[in-house]
């Protein structure tokens, strides 16, 4: 038995990243839903968050999204898996025709329950970076975004 | 020196040294050119440098590793390996490569035919051939478990720090690292006869096949055609496995290859200051790209996610886990050294890999997979079965609607007002949201919580699931003679279907639009995820799948979500047992 390793051991021989590709989405929506930001343009997410991610404050949101460029275009499946997987279970919706706009269908109770779940150092970075994103936003760097009122 | 770096020279030597025992002693002085007949392509021809890459025993030893890693359990004939399908890479790129020049030469693409002269088709066959030479055993199941070893974290970073947030795939990061080392340069340098070999680049190579632009010195041009064919949407190692796989395992699936070959072209493209040569696909090729693209999403519904192949490696993952806690692998380097047939010769070893846990040996876990042993399905989660508790839908439908003309009545300015009822509007429509919502989070906590799971908690789950079932035959006066190791619990991913996010589609006028703002592939693709994914438990011949289904209940049941005819997704269950538990 002691040449065997027990399970504890063989634990901590894996590691993961402090924060899911599908975590870091979920609270990137839900601080958009806390600051009434509830219909976003869904073409520009991918080069948008692929901008912040260069930026050292906010790299550790990013250890598990993985970007692709093929010239100018840049893609990420790890976030249009998280997009998907947010609209399977109804946190997030697409609007007909085109699907060019990504609805946020969280309530605000709800939204703060999933950045509460997040430890205080990223909780900070989301809201840092979801802060800096409206203020883009209100410079008019992206197509319109719609509020709840 | 920093640990990182520590960790990089560590991993480089150890893929330094795999690659040096293996071509150490090989000669490459008898090679020449040859035609080699493949079930899918037909014949192939292959140059004298790519017969000496081939005949290497690095490259042979993919001869060892199945494709489509266990599935030839369930699909007999599935028997191909990681060798043919590379060969057939290498046969498809070439006619992508072909037809391109041809057409380019017959239009105005002069450029273009210039840039995609012998050299580039030579460069492109290389990173085809050895695209797949950092596959270890098992294919992509290993990876699943070296990819999350601490040391290959480090190294992911240090990609992704080089080259832009990529993250490739781990064999990907292992082919890289294998064909840039020292000792595969040396070999290529003296033992290959590559024409011009002055203008290959081995990190070129290994850039294409890990998913990054190649830029030129000049920072003038980039070549993201390059990439693409090797590693993109529509990539020569998407086009042979799809064939392959299918063609294999009986399926009847396809897609018009020729005709996806007369509609693919490369043109110049001014990016970001620079002038980018793109892989387009022609207006009309469109169908070839959807056919693709279902051909691809029925691959996983058939094989890669068909219940007994989730199984299979649900079995030859704690193979992985044993082999790792009879410290045999110790690094992920490790597990180059290992083919599938090396595995199976494992069956003798006289160890418990698990002793606190379990009495089987290793090769009791061996022998599972060898003599196709394998549990049986005692539940089956799907859409279908999981239903939301108690939701009476008009009473929210009649909150919101007064709460909008309220708004409506109180609020003066016009543009509000607009931006209100197009909130109204799209949330009206998907009413069910809140409550939807938070059972959602339910369920995306249950499924979650197995798929991220590590080996520990893992473990930890299936003895919860095993002291239920232990209590249960108990109270019924059975003696239990199976331990943990015998269930398994698996919610897989969801299938992968990246196509349409990088390519674009040529019209007639030469504009170019991204494929995914033109048709919506990928919509198409979580569609099929919701309605066709499944999530299975499983337990050995030793367990009574009627009570095993019961304790499966209990785990995917709570307040918010209930499970309807779940019994009807299972094969042998006892209707009796279970109408008497129910009533209990």
Not at chain 1, 66 to 92: C, H, K, P, R, W
Not at chain 2, 214 to 219: C, E, L, V
Not at chain 2, 274 to 283: A, G, Q, S
Not at chain 2, 308 to 335: G, N, Q, W
Request: glycine content about 4%; aromatic content about 12%; hydrophobic content about 35%.
């Amino acid at each position: 038995m002691d040449n065997v390793l027990e399970i504890e051991q063989l634990g901590r021989m894996f590691s993961k990243p402090k924060i899911s590709a599908y975590d870091f989405l979920k609270g990137f929506i839900a601080e958009l839903a806390i600051n009434n930001i509830v219909i976003i343009p869904r073409s520009q997410i991918t080069s948008t968050l692929f901008d912040y991610s260069k930026n050292e404050k906010y790299k550790p949101l990013f250890e598990d999204i993985g970007f692709n460029q093929y010239g100018d275009t840049v893609t990420s499946y790890d976030i249009e898996d998280s997009i998907a997987n947010l609209q399977v279970l109804g946190m997030i919706g697409k609007l007909n025709p085109s699907f060019e706009r990504i609805v946020i269908y969280l309530d605000k109770d709800l939204s703060k329950n999933i950045c509460d779940s997040f430890d205080e150092d990223t909780r900070q970075r989301i809201e840092s970076l979801v802060r800096d994103f409206i203020k883009q936003l209100n410079r008019g760097q992206y197509e319109r975004c719609s509020t709840k009122f | 020196m920093n640990d990182a770096q520590q960790n990089f020279d560590d991993f480089t030597n150890r893929i330094n040294s795999f690659v040096k025992a293996k071509l150490d002693n090989y000669s490459t002085r008898h090679s020449s050119s040859k035609v080699i007949h493949d079930t899918v392509w037909g014949s192939i021809y292959f140059n004298t440098w790519e017969i000496q890459i081939i005949d290497s025993p690095l490259f042979q030893r993919l001869r060892d590793i199945n494709q489509v890693g266990l599935a030839s359990l369930t699909y007999p004939t599935a028997r191909h390996s990681r060798f043919e399908h590379s060969l057939g890479t290498v046969a498809i790129v070439s006619k992508m490569l072909e037809k391109v020049r041809e057409k380019n030469s017959r239009a105005c693409g002069l450029e273009v035919v210039n840039y995609v002269n012998d050299d580039c088709v030579n460069k492109v066959r290389l990173a085809a051939l050895v695209h797949d030479i950092g596959h270890c055993f098992y294919s992509h199941l290993s990876e699943t478990v070296y990819g999350k070893m601490n040391e290959f974290r480090a190294i992911e970073k240090y990609f992704s720090d080089l080259y832009n947030g990529v993250k490739p795939k781990p064999h990907e990061i292992l082919s890289y690292m294998i064909i840039t080392s020292s000792a595969f340069r040396d070999f290529f340098n003296q033992k290959v006869d590559f024409p011009n070999r002055h203008t290959i680049n081995m990190v070129d190579i290994g850039k294409m096949i890990i998913g990054v632009t190649i830029n030129d010195s000049n920072g003038k041009d980039s070549y993201s055609f390059l990439t693409s064919l090797i590693n993109g949407d529509f990539d020569a190692d998407k086009l042979d496995y799809v064939r392959r796989d299918s063609h294999s395992a009986g399926l009847a699936l396809t897609y018009d290859i020729e005709r996806f070959l007369y509609k693919i072209n490369i043109v110049r493209h001014p990016s970001g200051g620079r002038t980018d040569y793109k892989l387009v696909i022609d207006l009309n090729g469109i169908t070839a790209a959807e056919e693709l693209t279902f051909s691809k999403l029925m691959l996983f519904s058939y094989i890669y996610h068909h219940q007994k192949v989730l199984i299979t490696e649900s079995v030859a993952k704690d193979i992985i886990y044993a082999l790792m806690a009879i410290r045999l692998i110790k690094h992920p380097c490790d597990f180059l050294e290992y083919t599938d047939r090396d595995i199976d010769s494992l069956c003798t070893k006289e160890v418990k890999p698990f002793p606190r846990y379990s009495s089987k040996y290793l090769k009791d876990f061996i022998k599972a997979i060898r003599d196709r042993n394998l549990p049986k399905r005692c539940f089956e989660l799907n859409r279908r079965i999981m239903k939301i508790r108690n939701y009476d839908e008009s009473k929210d439908r009649a909150k919101m609607m007064d709460e909008c003309v309220e708004y409506i009545k109180t609020e003066t300015d016009e543009e509000k007002v607009k931006q209100h009822l197009e909130y109204f509007a799209v949330n009206y429509s998907g009413i069910q949201a809140d409550h939807q919502a938070k059972a959602m989070q339910l369920k995306e906590e249950i499924i979650a919580q197995y798929q991220n799971m590590d080996f520990k908690k893992y473990v930890e789950c299936r003895h919860k699931f095993y002291l239920e079932l232990c209590d249960l035959y108990e109270s019924e006066g059975l003696t239990v003679d199976f331990d943990l190791f015998d269930i398994h619990i698996i919610l897989p991913k969801s299938y992968n279907y990246t196509a349409s996010q990088s390519s674009f589609i040529m019209f007639n006028n030469g504009d170019l639009e991204p494929l995914d703002s033109f048709m919506n592939l990928k919509d198409w693709g979580d569609s099929f995820n919701a309605n066709k994914w499944r999530g299975y438990v499983y337990v050995s011949s030793k367990i009574d799948i009627t009570k095993a289904f019961k304790v499966a209940q209990g785990l995917f049941v709570d307040s918010s979500i209930e499970l309807k005819d779940a019994h009807m997704f299972v094969k042998n269950i006892n209707y009796d047992s279970i109408r008497k538990y129910s009533e209990q």
